[in-house]
């Protein structure tokens, strides 16, 4: 299914100078888990219920109450051979073509390893719209099918929330990446052609020990773009939240 972005709404907060907020005429995902069994495997019934459509083996996906403030996804490296992740698509496997769209999630990374989250069409996992890595020593880095050399563009922290903000015009086939509420990467041309976003998928990379754990809540893909606080909002929520 291809999908077009309907209108674009847009409301102002009282506060003209921190931020505006834009309204989304359309939630193609929304996984924040509430419902679910506490320490229970998550379901694989797509995006109508808010959970992923796979787990591979080589991870597994708990629901848990700790260590984020509400239910989160806990996703842990299960297998030394192969890298493992969690497929969310959208509903009624749309895959988003043309306009405006913002992925959005709440990372909490227990230990540093090798993590990823992958934006990829709908149905495969060949299109690479951008790939957002973090790794043990506590850098991150974004690749995409451009190949542009973008190198490390932030750095992540354990034991607090961590919020990741994509932000994609598909008509310009641009992109932004916004990191705990700072503009990271700006304006990266992605390189994909002839097909759409349709998936997330977030996992552990492949590598030789067994120790990768993170935990992910508030996944939400729409067809608008949420503005970003900036810099020092997103220090004050990241203290608030340790």
């Known amino acids: 299914m291809k999908s077009r972005f309907g209108s674009l709404l847009l409301g102002v907060l009282g506060v003209t100078t921190i931020c505006s907020v834009a309204v989304a005429s359309q939630i193609y995902l929304e996984a924040n888990f509430e419902g679910q069994v506490p320490d229970a495997a998550i379901g ?46 959208f509903v009624e496997s749309a895959e988003i073509t043309t306009g405006l769209v913002t992925i959005e999630a709440d990372l909490w990374f227990q230990e540093f390893d090798s993590y990823g989250i992958y934006i990829r069409e709908q149905g495969g996992g060949t299109c690479s719209f951008a790939s957002l890595l973090f790794y043990a020593d506590g850098s991150i880095n974004c690749v995409d099918a451009s190949l542009a050399p973008y190198g490390d563009i932030g750095t992540y922290e354990i034991g607090r929330s961590y919020r990741v903000v994509f932000k994609f015009d598909m008509d310009t086939g641009t992109y932004d990446v916004w990191l705990d509420g700072m503009l990271a990467l700006p304006g990266a041309a992605h390189g994909i052609t002839g097909n759409g976003i ?44 340790q």
Do not use: H
């Open 44 to 89: 694989v019934g797509g995006a109508a219920v808010g959970e992923p459509i796979s787990v591979d083996e080589g991870i597994t996906a708990i629901v848990r109450d700790t260590p984020m403030l509400s239910l989160s996804l806990e996703i842990q490296d299960a297998d030394t051979d192969y890298a493992g992740s969690v497929c969310f698509e």
């Open 198 to 241: 349709g998936s997330v998928l977030l996992g552990c990379v492949n590598d030789e020990d067994l120790t990768g754990l993170f935990n992910v809540d508030n996944i939400t893909v729409s067809d608008t773009f949420t503005d970003v606080l900036g810099t020092t909002w997103g220090r004050v929520k990241a203290r608030f939240l």
